[in-house]
C-alpha cells in the first residue's frame, strides 16, 4: 500500500527551506504558489522569484525537491516551475528597442580627454535637438558625474512594464547613468573584471533608457572587458577615437582603431577626434600654440582612411570649466563650444552616411 499525500504534507515539508540571507522559510514569504497538485505520487507547484535572474532560482528548486523526499517519501516526482514577479530584461540584441544610433566614444590611452568630448558631444547632439543618452561605461574611473556637477546624484527606479528600471537622470537635455552614482569610486577598483560587466550590463538593460537618436558611450581608455561586453551586448553604430597630436598617443590610438576594426568585432570607425589640437589664450582667440605638435590625428586619419571628425583646442579656461563640471557645448559662442558643435553635426553626418552605406551593426557572439 502507499502512503497518501496531502497538500499540508508537503507544505510542512517546504517550510524547512529557507531563503538565503533572509533566514525566512519559502513559504512564509509567499514563494509557493497556490497551484499546487498532487497526483498519486506526482507532486507539481510553482516557486515565484521577485526577478527572473534570481541568483538562488536553481539552488531554491534543488532544495526543495530535496526536502520533500527528505520529509515525505523520496519515491515522490516532484516538477517544480518557476515564476518571477518582474519581466525578464529583453533578448539581445533588442535590448534598447527606442535606440537609434549607438556611439562608442574611445581612446588608446587615458589623459587624452576622452570623458570631456563623449561629454561635450552629448550635450552638442542635444543642443541640435536630438534625443541624446550618455552611459559613463568606465567603471573603475567614472568622470561624468564630475563633469556634469552630478556627483550628489542618486537615480532611482520605477516600475515599468513589469520590471523595476533605473531612470537615468536628466540635465543638459542629456539622460544619464554613470556606476560613479551607485558606488564609491574607491571600492569599485577593487572588482573582479565580472562584477564590472555585470554593473555595465545593468545600467544599459536595467535602465530607462527610453526613445534616444543617440546613445553616447563613454568607454575606459585602452582595451579591456569591458569593451568586450559592450560589443557583446550592443550593436555600437560606429566608434569615435579621441587622440591628442603627440607620437605616445597616436600609436595607442591605432590599436583602439583596430580593436574595432578586427573582424569578429567589426564596428565601423566614424571618424577621429584630435583633441588639445593647440594652445590658444582665452584673451587671444587668433593666436594658436602647437604644443604637442601639430595635425598628428589628421595624419593618422589619413593613413587610415578615416575622417577627421574634430580638432579641439585647449583654451585658458577649458579646464576650469571642464573640473567645475560646466561643459563648454553649453556655450557655443566660445572657442572650444563651437569645436564641439562643429564636432557634433559632423558625427550626425558620419553616422547618416555609415547607415546609409553599410547594413545594421551585429552584436559579438559570445562563445558559452
Known sequence: MHMEIYPKLIIDALSTVRYPGTGKNVVEMKMVEDDLRIAGLHVSFSLIFDKPTDPFMKSMVKACEAAIHAYVSKDVEVEIKTKSLQAPRPDLPDLLPGVKNIIAVSSGKGGVGKSTVAANLAVALSQMGMKVGLLDCDIFGPSVPKMFQMEDARPYSEHIDGRDLIMPVEKYGVKVLSIGFFVDPAQATLWRGGMACNALKQLIGDAHWGDLDYFVLDTPPGTSDIHLTLVQTLPITGAVIVSTPQQVALADARKGINMYQNEKVNVPILGLVENMSWFTPAQHPEERYYIFGQEGVKALAEEMQVPLLG??????????????????????????????MQLAARVVTET????SQLPPTTIVGTHK
Open 311 to 340: 580638432q579641439i583646442p585647449v583654451v585658458q579656461d577649458i579646464c576650469q570649466s571642464g573640473d567645475e563640471g560646466t561643459t563648454a557645448a553649453l556655450d557655443p559662442q566660445s572657442v572650444t563650444g563651437h569645436a564641439f
Open 352 to 355: 547618416d552616411r555609415r547607415n
